[in-house]
Structures are given as structure tokens and as C-alpha cells.
């Protein structure tokens, strides 16, 4: 059953429409997210979501129930919908315990509750410490188990982990999808950090000028995107022309490469999408690329080159694989299928 739904949904400020057109559906106990740039619009759709922000048109749903629609916003404290805010917003005098337990002040198992959150966040030996004598990423964990105190029927987190350094930001997003997938707790974490997103996600909503260009999963956003903007956002892209051959061959100056889309025909105008790990290292290879630069990150080794035709993609070739700007190395195309669009749509 969707837990939340959101129906041609528009949504923004004063005068200004920020959100056009989104539809999208969180199934519950799924983890989505709004991925994209600043300024695309995903931070104003989760205050539409928390009842923050009225909707100019369209409808938000919350399981069977409408939540706002154009002239009516049912008020944030009557969503059942709990909040992770970018700062924490954790209150200075109160303890971790107290911290936690503060939404659920009148529960007859107030401290039960609060117990077993503390327990769950790893937090049991820090229930008298207040927040300045946390970290970051303990204060985060907190304010994750506050939220959850009052058991919400969704959680929404908005750029929960930007404030903490990349090795804690990588470890606590896993942490906390462990955290909700524990409570089959449905949450929308909004973020502009890809990895963070597909680390945490079960769906990914990628913006972009606020329009949803693609909800789906992580693996399907990275391997059969929906948009050119999406395939250079979503992991590193690069195109390069072709001309259609058939129904599903491409001509390029890579050779005739298989297409994942049979939309087209003979003698189309495309553009082929190259990821990193679609070419492959390749000495004596009569196929060859020039050496513009070279960056070694310890388990492979990043080049951007450029082909023949002056068109430039990246490589990730396993180890430490050292060629100077400059060089000609010999590369293949590994992919068996490749994605491709109309080059009037790049």
C-alpha cells in the first residue's frame, strides 16, 4: 500500500511556483528520496509534504487520507509525520533522554519508549549528557530517535548528514536506513549527495528545476535513465554521437555498439551515454584515445581521455595504470548494450 502519494503536485512561495507537475508514490515501509542541485525544488516539496507549505494545485496524500490540496493544508502537528531537521533543532537544556522523550511527554510509557530508542540508536550510556556534549554524529542520532518516539507514519529527514565530515556522513547513512528498516518506518530524506542517496534509498526522485525528472530505483536511475540530465547527474556521463544502423545498433567512432532502447531507426541522429566503467583498458588495441589527465584513487585509477574526434569521456581502469598526458592507449568498449538518446535531446 502507498503510504504517501503526491498528485500533480505544485507547490513554492509568495508568487513563485517552484514545484511543477510531480507525481510520485512511497510505498510504505520504503525509504525515497529527493535528489538534485540546489534550487531544484526538492527541499520545498518535503515542506509541502510536512505541511510547512500550502500547494497550489494538485494533492498530497497520506495513506487514504488527503493532507493538502489547493485551499487547504491540514496543520503539520496533524500529520502523524515526524521531522529530522538539517540542524538537528535538539533543545540545549534537556538530556538525550529527555531529548528523545520530549514528543511523547503525556505517553503512559514515556520512558520505556524512550529507552528502547536509546538502545536502538546506540545511545544507553550518553541518556544524561546534553547536546553540547555530543558529536555530530550522536547529535544526529538523537534527533533521529526523537522523531521516532512518536511512532509517525513517515518520517522526512532534510539533509540530515550535511553537517558532519565524509567518513561519518558514509557510516550514519547506513546506520540510519539499518535504524528504519528495524521499525519498517517509510521515510523522503532530501539530499544533492548521490552517494548519500543511493546508500540510504530504496527510490530515488532525481529534480531538476523543479520538475521530477525520474523516480525509481538506484540501480535503474544509474542503468537505464530516463533523461540526458539524469544520465550525467546520476554517476559520471559522457555522450558521444552515433548514427543509427538498424532498430538497435549505433554506429560511433567506438564502432557499432548494441542499444538498450529500440526506438529508432536507420539513419538516426543519437548520442550514446559512456560511463567510467563502460571502457576498458586495453594495450595493443587498434581502437585508441589520448591521455588528457590522470587521477589515482588508490583502487582504480580515473583518465579522462579524448578520442579521436575530440570528444571526451572517463575511464576507471582497475589498480595504478600510469600514462602520461599526451599518451595513446589502447581502449574497448566493454557494455554489450549501451543507452542512448535523440541528439536534439542533449
Same mark, same amino acid.
Given at each position: 500500500?502507498?503510504?504517501?502519494?503526491?498528485?500533480?503536485?505544485?507547490?513554492?512561495?509568495?508568487?513563485?511556483? %517552484?514545484?511543477?507537475?510531480? @507525481? *510520485? =508514490?512511497? $510505498?510504505?515501509?520504503? !525509504?525515497?528520496?529527493?535528489? #538534485?542541485? +540546489?534550487?531544484?525544488?526538492?527541499?520545498?516539496?518535503?515542506?509541502?509534504?510536512?505541511?510547512?507549505?500550502?500547494?497550489?494545485?494538485?494533492?498530497?496524500?497520506?495513506?487514504?487520507?488527503?493532507?493538502?490540496?489547493?485551499?487547504?493544508?491540514?496543520?503539520?502537528?496533524?500529520?502523524?509525520?515526524?521531522?529530522?531537521?538539517?540542524?538537528?533543532?535538539?533543545?540545549?537544556?534537556?538530556?538525550?533522554?529527555?531529548?528523545?522523550?520530549?514528543?511523547?511527554?503525556?505517553?503512559?510509557?514515556?520512558?520505556?519508549?524512550?529507552?528502547?530508542?536509546?538502545?536502538?540508536?546506540?545511545?544507553?550510556?550518553?541518556?544524561?549528557?546534553?547536546?553540547?556534549?555530543?558529536?555530530?554524529?550522536?547529535?544526529?542520532?538523537?534527533?533521529?530517535?526523537?522523531?521516532?518516539?512518536?511512532?509517525?507514519?513517515?518520517?522526512?529527514?532534510?539533509?540530515?548528514?550535511?553537517?558532519?565530515? %565524509?567518513?561519518?556522513?558514509? @557510516? *550514519? =547513512?547506513? $546506520?540510519?536506513?539499518? !535504524?528504519?528498516?528495524?521499525? #519498517?518506518? +517509510?521515510?523522503?530524506?532530501?539530499?544533492?549527495?548521490?552517494?548519500?542517496?543511493?546508500?540510504?534509498?530504496?527510490?530515488?526522485?532525481?529534480?531538476?528545476?523543479?520538475?521530477?525528472?525520474?523516480?525509481?530505483?538506484?540501480?535503474?536511475?544509474?542503468?537505464?535513465?530516463?533523461?540526458?540530465?539524469?544520465?550525467?547527474?546520476?554517476?559520471?556521463?559522457?555522450?558521444?554521437?552515433?548514427?543509427?544502423?538498424?532498430?538497435?545498433?549505433?554506429?560511433?567512432?567506438?564502432?557499432?555498439?548494441?542499444?538498450?532502447?529500440?526506438?529508432?531507426?536507420?539513419?538516426?541522429?543519437?548520442?550514446?551515454?559512456?560511463?567510467?566503467?563502460?571502457?576498458?583498458?586495453?594495450?595493443?588495441?587498434?581502437?585508441?584515445?589520448?591521455?588528457?589527465?590522470?587521477?589515482?584513487?588508490?583502487?582504480?585509477?580515473?583518465?579522462?581521455?579524448?578520442?579521436?574526434?575530440?570528444?571526451?569521456?572517463?575511464?576507471?581502469?582497475?589498480?595504478?595504470?600510469?600514462?602520461?598526458?599526451?599518451?595513446?592507449?589502447?581502449?574497448?568498449?566493454?557494455?554489450?548494450?549501451?543507452?542512448?538518446?535523440?541528439?536534439?535531446?542533449?
Amino acid at each position: 500500500m502507498s503510504i504517501l502519494t503526491l498528485s500533480h503536485l505544485a507547490c513554492g512561495y509568495a508568487d513563485s511556483t %517552484v514545484v511543477n507537475d510531480l @507525481s *510520485l =508514490s512511497l $510505498e510504505s515501509g520504503e !525509504i525515497g528520496c529527493l535528489l #538534485g542541485p +540546489s534550487g531544484c525544488g526538492k527541499t520545498t516539496t518535503l515542506r509541502a509534504i510536512a505541511g510547512f507549505e500550502p500547494v497550489i494545485q494538485g494533492e498530497i496524500w497520506l495513506a487514504d487520507h488527503v493532507i493538502s490540496r489547493a485551499g487547504f493544508t491540514l496543520a503539520p502537528e496533524k500529520r502523524e509525520i515526524g521531522m529530522v531537521f538539517q540542524d538537528y533543532a535538539l533543545f540545549p537544556h534537556l538530556s538525550v533522554a529527555d531529548n528523545i522523550a520530549f514528543g511523547i511527554r503525556k505517553h503512559p510509557e514515556r520512558a520505556r519508549i524512550a529507552s528502547e530508542l536509546m538502545a536502538l540508536v546506540k545511545l544507553e550510556h550518553l541518556a544524561q549528557r546534553y547536546p553540547h556534549e555530543l558529536s555530530g554524529g550522536q547529535q544526529q542520532r538523537v534527533a533521529l530517535a526523537r522523531a521516532l518516539a512518536p511512532s509517525p507514519r513517515l518520517l522526512l529527514m532534510d539533509e540530515p548528514f550535511s553537517n558532519l565530515d %565524509v567518513e561519518l556522513r558514509r @557510516s *550514519l =547513512s547506513n $546506520e540510519v536506513r539499518d !535504524i528504519l528498516k528495524a521499525r #519498517g518506518t +517509510s521515510a523522503i530524506l532530501v539530499t544533492h549527495d548521490q552517494e548519500e542517496a543511493f546508500a540510504v534509498s530504496d527510490k530515488v526522485g532525481v529534480f531538476q528545476h523543479g520538475h521530477l525528472e525520474q523516480w525509481d530505483t538506484p540501480g535503474r536511475l544509474y542503468q537505464t535513465p530516463a533523461t540526458p540530465f539524469v544520465a550525467t547527474f546520476v554517476g559520471q556521463g559522457f555522450f558521444i554521437p552515433g548514427n543509427a544502423v538498424d532498430f538497435e545498433s549505433v554506429r560511433t567512432e567506438l564502432g557499432v555498439i548494441k542499444a538498450k532502447q529500440k526506438d529508432f531507426k536507420e539513419g538516426d541522429v543519437l548520442r550514446v551515454l559512456l560511463r567510467p566503467d563502460d571502457i576498458l583498458y586495453t594495450p595493443g588495441s587498434p581502437l585508441t584515445a589520448r591521455v588528457v589527465s590522470q587521477v589515482f584513487l588508490g583502487a582504480s585509477t580515473r583518465y579522462q581521455l579524448a578520442l579521436a574526434s575530440g570528444a571526451r569521456v572517463e575511464a576507471a581502469f582497475p589498480g595504478f595504470v600510469e600514462h602520461h598526458a599526451g599518451e595513446q592507449i589502447g581502449i574497448a568498449v566493454k557494455a554489450t548494450a549501451l543507452t542512448t538518446f535523440s541528439a536534439a535531446q542533449i
